[in-house]
């Protein structure tokens, strides 16, 4: 049995208990909730896991060296002293970045720099040279987070974050990230039987990562590379097993569609289900939402609709007002989940929402509202503002 390490995974604000159990599901131990990150141990295979099947992470980091600090001399001294040569080679290009919660470091950029130039003169003094900086593409990604006069130095298994799933090559305006659109369809509960749609799916992030769900195809298929296929102690057999691992594929078919009124976001919809080899599963309809026919409920609409940045404030609460008459008449026995960030135009809706979410796309707050549209001799059932 390998030793147990500590790992972090970090995602998005309000998406932490799913990360939780996504990381319970391969076989993690010790998962601990924390503020937009979740603590884990395991083995090697549990990093490539984590790094390869969970929807929801960001980046997995391992923290390799603590230490006190009671300023940047001291910090710069005892960097020094750990042996990088454990962790990187002459060769390797690195790059260091920072975060910073004191009152003695105020300067997540110095900081960074404090630790580079001690990785650096680690090497210079043993071997009279340097490795490279590269903060576009290091082979390693150091992190260095400090609170009060507690550091840690934190490894970074991803590299690029892992919402660059890889499939994505094309996108429209205001697009939202693969780990987001993830979140969304397993906050919603959607059993992967039932319809799924997005008639407002832009360049179709939300209908993919739905379908990959549905199929059970790990988000990591896509990547061409993880941050720790460069680490000195990369287990190839190991992260082959992880990656040649179907067992948890599934064969449902649910009808899954894209739809928007933009013919271009409909073409990237297609070219981008394409490369996430799952335009068999996902129908796309060139169509307004204000026309669109949706399948016999029960079923599950989530969509992103647009914020209103380029229209006019009464442009667009009207248009919102529209969509949840819309919703209302032809969407019965439907889960409808919207995902926006004008509070103005949410309130316009006219739908009790029967569960809220705070998420972030980007920078930007927005609401998770799930709305519950009834039929028949339910139809009173539902809330009407
Ligand atoms: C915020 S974007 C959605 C982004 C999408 N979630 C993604 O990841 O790419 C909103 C989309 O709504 C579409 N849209 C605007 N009005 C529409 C309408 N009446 N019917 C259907 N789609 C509409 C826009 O063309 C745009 O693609």
Redesign the pocket.
Known sequence: MQDKKTFIAKTLHGLEELLANELKTIGAEDVTIQRRMVSFTGNTETLYRANFQTRTATRILMPIYEFKARNEEELYGLAKKFDWTSVMELSHKFAVDATVNSETFTHSHYIALKLKDAVADHFRDRFGRRPFVDPKKPHIQLHIHINNHDCTVLLDSSGESLHKRGYKLY???????EVL?AGLILLSGWDAKTPFI?????????AIEAALIARGIAPGIFRKNFGFENWLNFEKDTFEKVFNDESYERNLTPTIIG????K??ID??ILNAKNAGMHKFISTEK??????EPPQGPGTVI?????GERLKKEQITT?YKQ?GDCFKQRYQDYKVWM?SGNMEAIKRFGLHASKTYTLFNGPLECKYLKYDIYSGSKKMKYKEK
């Open positions: 996108q429209d305006i205001a697009p939202i990230n659109a997005d008639p407002m799916c832009g360049s179709g992030t939300i739809g928007d009124v933009s271009r976001a990237l919809t169509r307004s939402v204000f026309d669109f969509t992103n609709p647009p914020y248009f969509l995902l």
